[in-house]
């Protein structure tokens, strides 16, 4: 990066630093998200799992095995405990000391500075998570800037219940990414997104959900060709971990 912020492709095709831009820091702590924000992402995505004492806590895995170095279930930890645990060393030597963040953190100093997608993870595993970032979100008078997704549609339509206000997304597992029309009907009655792992949709796929007047959101963790795939299927946002295509020219179009 360095420091241009010429916006070259498709002004309206969001930007969301998938964990943070977590190809150039670890990905969902504080450096990933600073990141995001200087990449100028529109939305920074974040993954959340209930501690042992019911902190939501940010983090992909219910393991904290692949990104700390520690070991065990987040659930079977305390946030104190949690907070003992390097979150940067895994990703490399230099975010060493990089410390876990909760989703009260990362609102009291990120909200003001960039939209946050929100993923609820395996909300059948954390029983209360719906009405604890209910919670959280309930004290912003406008929650235009938020979303709140999972692959768990009854807890996204849970949370639009409980938060009328809330714009919530549905994410489709790829093997399911064939949606009937009556599924369809059902998910945009109250998702606004609707998202996708970019291999698995097509345009007509697209088309529909948006027909229907929701958005699409596509992810990659590795499809190279995702930025020209998102144009091509004309999805309103990509979810990336090198949010940067925004404001380089080294784009893979
Ligand atoms: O936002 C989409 C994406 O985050 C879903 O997959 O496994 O990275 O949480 P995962
Ligand atoms: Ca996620």
């Known amino acids: 990066y360095n420091g241009q912020t010429k916006r070259v492709h498709q002004p309206n095709m969001m930007s969301i630093a998938h964990r943070g ?6 990905e969902n702590t504080r450096s990933a998200f600073l990141k995001s924000v200087e990449l100028q992402a529109d939305y920074l995505e974040c993954d959340v799992h209930l501690s042992k004492d019911g902190e939501l806590i940010i983090m992909h895995d ?14 079977d930890y305390t946030l104190a405990e949690l907070r003992e645990f390097d979150a940067g060393i895994t990703f490399s030597e230099e975010f060493k000391g ?11 100093e990120f909200f003001d500075q960039i939209g946050l997608l929100i993923e609820l993870k395996n909300p059948e595993k954390n029983p209360g998570i719906e009405e604890s970032v209910v919670s959280l979100l309930s004290k912003y008078d406008d ?40 599924k369809l009907d059902d998910l945009t009655s109250f998702a ?41 299927y004309g999805v309103d946002g990509i979810i990336s ?12 179009l």
């Open 21 to 26: 831009a977590s190809g150039f820091a670890p």
């Open 62 to 75: 219910e393991r904290i095995d692949r990104t700390t170095n520690g070991s065990g279930f987040i659930s």
């Open 98 to 108: 990089e410390s876990i963040m909760t989703l009260n953190e990362l609102l009291d």
């Open 143 to 182: 929650l235009s800037s938020i979303i709140v997704q999972s692959f768990d549609i009854e807890s996204m339509r849970k949370m639009q219940s409980l938060l009328p206000e809330l714009n919530v997304a549905v994410l489709v597992r790829p093997a399911e990414s064939f949606l009937s029309d009556s």
């Open 192 to 232: 606004s997104f609707v998202n996708f792992n970019v291999s698995f949709v097509n345009k007509s796929m697209v088309n529909k959900v948006q027909q229907r007047g929701s958005k699409v959101l596509v992810w990659s963790k590795s499809d190279k060709k995702l930025v020209s795939k998102a144009h091509k």
């Open 241 to 252: 971990d090198y949010p940067s295509w925004r404001i380089s020219e080294q784009i893979y």
